[in-house]
């Protein structure tokens, strides 16, 4: 999440209980029945109406793009914007249910990913991920790779879901968003 010499105290406690209305049925909207809200969803609740947003905004829907798909753009987004926490929430929730073998999972947090163990549209999606945070570009090579593999639809989403996850990248490192106990931390060479 942040280097070794970086204090990593949280600078907005996430809310606790008794929530407003409001607020529980945005918890209830976004987390499955009986887990409590995370510390991201608490800590935005300081906003309400952001939270609100937020939770209606989400992609985690079934969209146009695959589990995998998805889970690694989200992965590999978090990854190279440092967010720990988000990276581990989705690891934690999702990189199983999605396929990923453990070499895939802490492969999306290396500078470099190991090209052997993904196939060539994971490949892609890797690099769009990369790309998009380096340059908020995509350049024509690029993109005419992914126009053969995705459609219009499922490129407009894959965007919007690397842009929505720098958005939740920025709150969670901005505001030290402290790790999920359930979820992984970085491996120990990673991004």
């Known amino acids: 999440m942040m280097n070794n010499e970086t204090i990593t105290k949280t600078r907005i406690r996430p809310l606790d209980g008794p929530y407003s209305p409001e607020l529980e049925r945005d918890f209830n909207t976004i987390m499955p029945p009986g887990m409590p809200p995370l510390s991201i969803f608490r800590t935005v609740a300081h906003n309400p109406r952001i939270l609100s947003r937020m939770v209606n905004g989400g992609l985690l829907d079934k969209g146009s793009i695959s589990l995998a798909d998805r889970e690694l753009v989200i992965l590999r987004t978090c990854a190279v914007c440092k967010a720990e926490y988000e990276w581990g929430v989705h690891v934690a929730g999702f990189a199983k249910k999605a396929g990923f073998s453990e070499e895939q999972i802490q492969d999306t947090a290396n500078v470099k990913t190991n090209s052997a163990i993904w196939s060539a549209s994971q490949q892609l ?40 996850y720098h958005a939740v990248s920025f709150m969670v490192n901005a505001c030290r968003i402290e790790g999920e106990s359930f979820a992984p931390k970085f491996p120990e060479v990673s991004i």
């Open 125 to 164: 999606l890797i690099a769009l991920a990369d790309q998009l945070h380096d340059s908020n570009q995509v350049d024509d090579t690029l993109w005419g790779k992914l126009s053969e593999e995705y459609d219009s639809a499922q490129l407009v989403e894959l965007i919007m879901l690397a842009g929505l």
